[in-house]
């Protein structure tokens, strides 16, 4: 019979220790940028992940003028020739938050020259 009360208070002491590990841990959010800072997605921006360190589940939030531009998910190829593919996908809101998948994030402009004048960026997210 003591046996069973010691089994029982164990079972209390891990189940206390398990609930005071959940209430302290710490939740785990993602981080929130604003590509291009107070600019915005604009001519440039290029340059605006430098420095930076991202991680899978990081939302950019893209803030542009809808009418004059865009923001096209694209590949490396994309990126790197300033034309989307078939198919990729288009936002064109003028306030669009987008979740980094993990490895690289690649975004252009597809208005005419504007992808050339640095309206792209590659976000490398962990």
Same mark, same amino acid.
């Given at each position: 019979?003591?046996?069973?009360?010691g089994?029982?208070?164990? *079972?209390?002491?891990?189940?206390? *220790?398990?609930?005071?590990?959940?209430?302290?841990?710490?939740?785990?959010?993602?981080?929130?940028?604003?590509?291009?800072?107070?600019?915005?997605?604009?001519?440039?921006?290029?340059?605006?992940?430098?420095?930076?360190?991202?991680?899978?589940?990081?939302?950019?939030?893209?803030?542009?003028?809808?009418?004059?531009?865009?923001?096209?998910e694209?590949?490396?190829?994309?990126?790197?020739?300033?034309?989307?593919?078939?198919?990729?996908?288009?936002?064109?809101t003028?306030?669009?938050?987008?979740?980094?998948?993990?490895?690289?994030?690649?975004?252009?402009?597809?208005?005419?020259?504007?992808?050339?004048?640095?309206?792209?960026?590659?976000?490398?997210a962990?």
């Amino acid at each position: 019979m003591s046996q069973g009360r010691g089994s029982a208070i164990r *079972a209390m002491i891990i189940v206390v *220790a398990l609930l005071c590990l959940l209430i302290h841990s710490a939740p785990v959010h993602a981080a929130k940028y604003t590509v291009g800072d107070k600019l915005g997605w604009t001519f440039g921006v290029v340059n605006w992940p430098k420095g930076k360190t991202f991680k899978a589940g990081d939302k950019l939030v893209f803030k542009y003028w809808r009418l004059l531009h865009n923001v096209v998910e694209v590949d490396t190829d994309g990126y790197n020739n300033c034309k989307a593919p078939e198919g990729a996908k288009v936002h064109k809101t003028g306030n669009d938050t987008i979740t980094l998948k993990k490895g690289s994030n690649s975004f252009i402009c597809t208005v005419f020259g504007h992808c050339l004048l640095g309206m792209k960026i590659t976000v490398k997210a962990d």
